[in-house]
Structures are given as structure tokens and as C-alpha cells.
């Protein structure tokens, strides 16, 4: 008679500062509501999360808001040109501030009760507040949240003790300009949008490791050289790049004496910049939690010009129509089988060159994820 297969522990954590002897983290972690809880206290509310493009917000009075797992905020150009940043709640009754982007006029009105605010964040009028005994305007500031331009995007932190971008992410503004020097001067060109049926650590596992490429990236693998392909891990982030060739099945672009490559470039939590080749251009890619098994994931593309060359046109297709979409349908595929009661974890591929097959960027990302709450 055949052994009937043991089903896993779940009981047992086998995850391992080692990435040679690690096993992944546990898959309950990928749906289990109270996990998302916590991450969104102990990592969302501690990291720093873009917002914008610098480009977006030069101008006297230019704002964007943000939601950042459930709390809103606000980026603006103050009337002094100073950028700050604040929670986007009235302090009256809670009312949401502002919505989308645009250009502040002389006061932040609330559209409730029409409480208005400075652009530095201080209440200016509260209508028939002068009737209420013991009110005092300077009680009612808007709080503030941490700002900081960094690699030419705009950043905010709801911890009022974050490190400064440069410590936190030593290093990768030098990679990332190696690959787009003319980041500072880019503007919002196209984004695409994907809401995942997955956990948005689903979708950082598929980010950063190039071992599926092969069996489910096959224009991928023509684009890039695989041979030439590099994974570097950092102390908060990682980047993963190759050099290309000009004909391929995903799109082709012209090259030159030196061969152009592709580059992808990850931050801790949930962003990282691509390079496509050819292109002038840098691809914002940022995954969200909306739900513990809900991932918002956008790829919003930035170029030097309005119009997008026939290259950058071509890189942005074939990301919005093929390589987006097969990861999307990878990462959909995992996020059922992890609920699998035949499966707990799994083990790192970890290559000692740490070359495209080497899972050991994934490892790195589990680590920050297992520091961060506390493991």
C-alpha cells in the first residue's frame, strides 16, 4: 500500500537568516487578516511610500494625496514653496480634505462645515467658532507627516521617527541614475493598472527573482540575456538587470556599440523603478494591499517628453499586454494554491553565483518583512 503523504506543519516557522538553508515564510501569512493588521502598523506606517514625481509638484500650490494602507495624506507646494505634507482629515469631524490632485487656491477648505486651513497646515477660519467658549485656532493644526524628494520622486513616512531616504536606502539613488540619468526631469506619461487576486507579498516574491522567466517569460527571456543577467541584494533594497537584444519577440528597439540594458530596481515596502531598453524613460511600479488577498498594483510610466517615442511605446505595450498579465495570472495561480492544506513552505533556489535563477532577492525580502514585524 502506498504511504499516504504527511501533510506540512503549520505550526512550524523553517524560515532562516541563511537564504542557503531558508525555507520561504509561511503561507498563512499570505491571507490571514490579522497578518495584514499588523503589517500595515508595523511596516506601511513605518516605511517611506511615493507619491508623486517631482515634476508634479513644482509649482506654487500643486497637492496629490495618497492613501497608504488606509490612511490619507496629502503632499503639498506651500505658498512659501516649501513641499510639506499632512493627514488628509479636517480636525473638526474627520471629513476628507482633498481628493485626487491639483492646485491649492489661497486656504484648504473642508467641503463639510467649510473649516479652511493655510498651506502650512494652521486653521484660518472655523465658521462661528468665535461663539464657542474656550476655542483657540492654534488646537486645530493639521498634523504633519514626513516629506522628502528623493531619485526625483516625492516620498512621505507616517513615523514621526523615520531615517532620512539616504541612510534608509543607501545607494540606490547612484544605481538607479547609472540607468536613467535624466530621472530628475521626467514627467507622468501612461500608466496601467491591475487589481491582483493575490497578497501583495505574492507579488513582491514574483518581482524579485527571474527563475520563473524562463518557463513563463518567453519574449522576457529573448529581450534580456540571460547569461548576462544580475541580482544584488542591499540593506533595504535590491536591483536586477542584463543587457538586451535590439531583435527580439517582445519588442525591438535600436541599439549601439554598447549593448542597452534592462533593469529593475526594488525599495522596501512595495516599489521599484524599471528601465526598459531603448527607452528614456523610468516605469514606477508600486503594489498595494487593499485586501488581505487584494494587491492595486500600478505601473505608471515616466518620460523626458509628453509624446512617447515609438521605442517607449513599444516597451510600455508589451509590459500592459504581456508581461504585466502573465504575472498577474502567476501570482493569481500561487495565491490559491497557498491555501492549500498540502503546502506550508517552500525552499529558496539559491545559485552561488547569484545569477537569474537565484531566488535569493525573495529571501532578502523576507527578511526585511520578518524584521519589521518583529520576528
Known sequence: ?????????????????????SYTIPAERYFDPDELD????????????????????????????AEIAGQHVFVARGADGTLRGFFNVCQHRGHLLLT????????????????????????????????????????FTLPQVAVEEFCGFIFVNLDPQARPMREVYAGFDDAVRRFCPGIDDLRPSSQVVFDIAGNWKNV???????????????AFVDLVDMSTYVVETHENWSIQYGTCRTCNSAYNFEGGETPLPFMTAYIFPTLAFTVFPGAKGVGAFTF???????????????????????????????????LGPEDVG??????????????????????????????????????????AMGG
Open 1 to 21: 500500500m502506498d504511504q499516504i503523504y504527511k501533510r506540512p506543519d503549520r505550526d512550524v516557522d523553517r524560515f532562516d537568516l541563511d537564504p542557503e538553508v
Open 38 to 65: 499588523a503589517e500595515k502598523k508595523a511596516i506601511f506606517h513605518k516605511s517611506w511610500m511615493k507619491v508623486a514625481h517631482r515634476s508634479e509638484l513644482a509649482e506654487t500650490g500643486a497637492y496629490m494625496t
Open 100 to 139: 485626487g490632485s491639483g492646485k491649492l487656491k489661497n486656504l484648504i477648505t473642508c467641503p463639510y462645515h467649510a473649516w479652511a486651513y493655510d498651506s502650512t497646515g494652521k486653521l484660518a477660519a472655523a465658521p462661528h467658532s468665535d461663539t464657542v467658549k474656550g476655542f483657540c485656532k492654534a488646537d
Open 204 to 218: 513582491g516574491d514574483n518581482l524579485l527573482e527571474c527563475y520563473h522567466c524562463a518557463p513563463a517569460h518567453k
Open 288 to 322: 498595494l494591499p487593499t485586501a488581505p488577498e487584494v494587491t492595486h498594483q500600478v505601473f505608471a510610466y515616466y518620460a523626458p517628453d509628453e509624446q512617447l517615442t515609438e521605442t517607449e511605446t513599444a516597451a510600455f505595450e508589451y509590459f500592459q499586454n504581456v
Open 330 to 371: 502567476l501570482v493569481e495561480t500561487v495565491q490559491k494554491g497557498l491555501h492549500s492544506l498540502g503546502y506550508n513552505q517552500g525552499r529558496f533556489i539559491i545559485d552561488a553565483t547569484r545569477g537569474h535563477t537565484s531566488e535569493h532577492a525573495v529571501h532578502h525580502f523576507h527578511s526585511l518583512i520578518v524584521k
